[in-house]
């Protein structure tokens, strides 16, 4: 299974952009980019994925480098309720039940 | 429009009992996936089921766990003869297709705790 490999921790200020990295030098050309975010005691939660071309959502903006080795979650404006545990993971267009989850980024969102 | 629905969300065994885990997908969703996560660890994988089939269960131990998603009916999880080991949180999910465009949808899981 290709591997994403992100950053322990990171912190931002309430209504600041966060900018979240994912490294995935070994995707392959038909591996979807997708994040989730999980916090304490809840399952995890579908934010954002995208294929090539940069993404947005209400939630946040995907953007995605143009050898597609690596992917940046963006926050527009950081809330105390985006603290979470945020997860890249690839997931490819065959075999897609099986979706590997690495030890994901934890948000600490300071007011 | 209920989400994934997880039950019991806390669940208490001792020591060789067994362990029944449910889960109703999104309605209109036909394609089940289970997930366990160790204390301070990410998702690993463990099943991904079809309607009355299982597609992929390299995840799975090859012993004393089983899981399927009849016809009518949740998704269970089985888990026999439980060890302290198996004490986890245990995550579905589903989507209404398979491909990796599809976002899966997760419940809200069941905290297993052996003692």
């Given at each position: 299974?290709?591997?994403?490999?992100?950053?322990?921790?990171m912190?931002s200020?309430?209504?600041?952009?966060?900018?979240?990295?994912?490294?995935?030098?070994?995707?392959?050309?038909?591996?979807?980019?997708?994040?989730?975010?999980?916090?304490?005691?809840?399952?995890?939660?579908?934010?954002?994925?995208?294929?090539t071309?940069?993404?947005?959502n209400?939630?946040?903006?995907?953007?995605?480098?143009?050898?597609?080795?690596?992917s940046?979650?963006?926050?527009?404006?950081?809330?105390?309720?985006?603290?979470a545990?945020?997860?890249?993971?690839?997931r490819?267009?065959?075999?897609?039940?099986?979706?590997?989850?690495?030890?994901?980024?934890?948000?600490?969102?300071?007011? | 429009?209920?989400?994934?629905?997880?039950?019991?969300?806390?669940l208490?065994?001792?020591?060789?009992?067994?362990a029944?885990?449910?889960?109703?997908?999104?309605?209109?969703?036909?394609?089940?996936?289970?997930?366990?996560?160790?204390?301070?660890?990410?998702?690993?994988?463990?099943?991904?089921?079809?309607?009355?089939?299982?597609?992929?269960e390299?995840g799975m131990?090859?012993?004393?766990?089983?899981?399927?998603?009849?016809?009518?009916?949740?998704?269970?999880?089985?888990?026999?003869?439980?060890?302290?080991?198996?004490?986890?949180?245990?995550?579905?999910?589903?989507?209404?297709?398979?491909?990796?465009?599809?976002?899966?949808?997760?419940?809200?899981g069941t905290?297993?705790?052996?003692?």
């Amino acid at each position: 299974d290709a591997k994403t490999t992100q950053p322990n921790s990171m912190e931002s200020n309430e209504e600041e952009p966060v900018h979240l990295p994912c490294n995935h030098s070994t995707i392959s050309g038909t591996d979807y980019i997708h994040w989730y975010r999980q916090l304490p005691s809840q399952g995890p939660e579908y934010v954002i994925h995208g294929l090539t071309s940069n993404v947005n959502n209400r939630m946040a903006s995907l953007a995605i480098a143009e050898d597609r080795k690596s992917s940046t979650l963006i926050l527009h404006r950081a809330t105390l309720r985006d603290a979470a545990v945020y997860y890249c993971i690839l997931r490819p267009n065959t075999n897609a039940g099986k979706s590997t989850f690495g030890d994901g980024t934890t948000l600490t969102v300071k007011p | 429009n209920a989400g994934v629905m997880q039950n019991p969300r806390h669940l208490v065994r001792r020591r060789g009992q067994e362990a029944r885990l449910r889960c109703s997908p999104m309605k209109g969703h036909s394609h089940v996936y289970w997930y366990r996560q160790l204390p301070e660890e990410g998702l690993k994988f463990m099943v991904y089921l079809q309607k009355e089939n299982i597609i992929d269960e390299s995840g799975m131990p090859k012993e004393r766990f089983s899981a399927e998603f009849p016809k009518e009916g949740p998704s269970i999880l089985r888990i026999q003869q439980v060890v302290r080991g198996d004490s986890a949180a245990y995550f579905c999910a589903s989507s209404p297709q398979v491909g990796g465009d599809q976002p899966q949808h997760f419940g809200d899981g069941t905290r297993l705790s052996i003692l």
